[in-house]
């Protein structure tokens, strides 16, 4: 009788203990899975609208594709700056159909009509007067006031940028005297960190009030760090008008004290013309057998600056035409941070007539820029009818077919 008193005793306690350690491992679980670092490393808040990482479900809320952000974690540092934006629409509008998402009280009553009284309360009469100071040169060039706030948030270690509002656009759309303004924003010195607002319809005075957290940002990279303000009107049958620039370098602006509200002067953008487009190297064989065309893009070099980090990101786009209708289009990759890029890329084109006396080829040099349309850095054609080195090309290689002939060109205005 003790025998089996004996054994229930000894498998109550190890049932009990085994219930206790599955209690301990679920509490366990739960409070490293609540003190995990959320996977988000952007977040954007619309119109008073909070979406911090802890509050969402899912990365889809984002928008983002998981296969894109695998790729992306593998090949980026664990320290770098990485964004997760939302999907928006070509016209750089958000879909109706959003989801639901807390209210945030302290963004709800950042109207222009409160902006005044809470710039009182967070910039002293000092740090204002040098935020807002102007040189001589740039208050010539006045294309309207932008409004913006920075805070940096050390608790979860994020720098925040509050894009107000804008006002005193000029008019781009000549017919309703009136824009579609929206604003590009960018992180320099390394420019593929770039966000935007959506685009706001016929206004000169465009109230965005969207906040876009930076996660993984230390303060002590803060001062090293300069935000470039790109104020765009959105044109729908052709490349977007650029309206002007803000450029803010964080050296020497204090955050630690709290949320610092600024204005700054949109001013012309700064883009070197007078430096030329830059050279493109091509090489074209014209094989009569088979009636196709090779081409192989080679180099381009003293391409301008995009902006004003001074770093293009060049790639180029080859369109081959008969009778002046485009019938086939190639691109090489992209080439990144370089005004000297090593593209040798070859095409084989297929032509549709006898000879190339119909034929043309014409060669774009696009600045890739993930965040809107890309920039045409300069153009290049080759024909019968081009003029100077694009028409000298094009006679060498009618005049010796299968021979495969290599000239750099100046490129011209695209």
Known sequence: DEIPTVVGIFSAFGLVFSVSLFAWICCQRKSSKSNKTPPYKFVHVLKGVDIYPENLNSKKKFGADDKNEAKNKSAMPKNSLHLDLEKRDLNGNFP????????????????????????????????????????????????????????????KKAFVVNIKEARGLPAMDEQSMTSDPYIKMTILPEKKHKVKTRVLRKTLDPAFDETFTFYGIPYSQIQDLTLHFTVLSFDRFSRDDVIGEVLIPLAGIE????????????????????????????????????????????????????????????????????????????????????????????????????????????????????????????????????????????????????????????LCDG
């Open 96 to 155: 109706k159909t959003t989801t639901k998402m807390q209210s945030s009280p302290d963004l709800e009553n950042s109207s222009p009509k409160h902006f005044a009284e809470r710039k009182k309360d967070s910039v002293s009469p000092d740090s204002l007067k040098s935020i807002t100071s102007l040189s001589s040169e740039d208050k010539q060039d006045k294309l309207g006031t932008l409004f913006f706030s920075l805070e940096y948030n050390f608790e």
């Open 255 to 410: 955050l630690s004290e709290g949320r610092l509200l600024m204005d700054r002067e949109i001013i012309k953008r700064n883009v070197r013309k007078s430096s030329g487009r830059g050279e493109l190297l091509v090489s074209l064989c014209y094989q009569s057998t088979t009636n196709t065309l090779t081409v192989v893009v080679l180099k381009a070099r003293h391409l301008p600056k995009s902006d004003v980090s001074g770093l293009s990101d060049p790639y180029v786009k080859v369109n081959l035409y008969h009778a002046k209708k485009r019938i086939s289009k190639k691109k090489t990759h992209v080439k990144k941070c370089t005004p000297n890029a090593v593209f040798n890329e070859l095409f084989v084109f297929d032509i549709p007539c006898e000879g190339l006396d119909d034929i043309s080829i014409e060669f774009l040099v696009l600045d890739s820029d993930r965040g809107s349309r890309n920039e045409v850095i300069g153009q290049l054609t080759l024909g019968s009818s081009a003029e100077g080195t694009g028409g000298e090309h094009w006679k060498e290689i009618c005049e010796y077919p299968r021979r495969q002939i290599a000239k750099w060109h100046m």
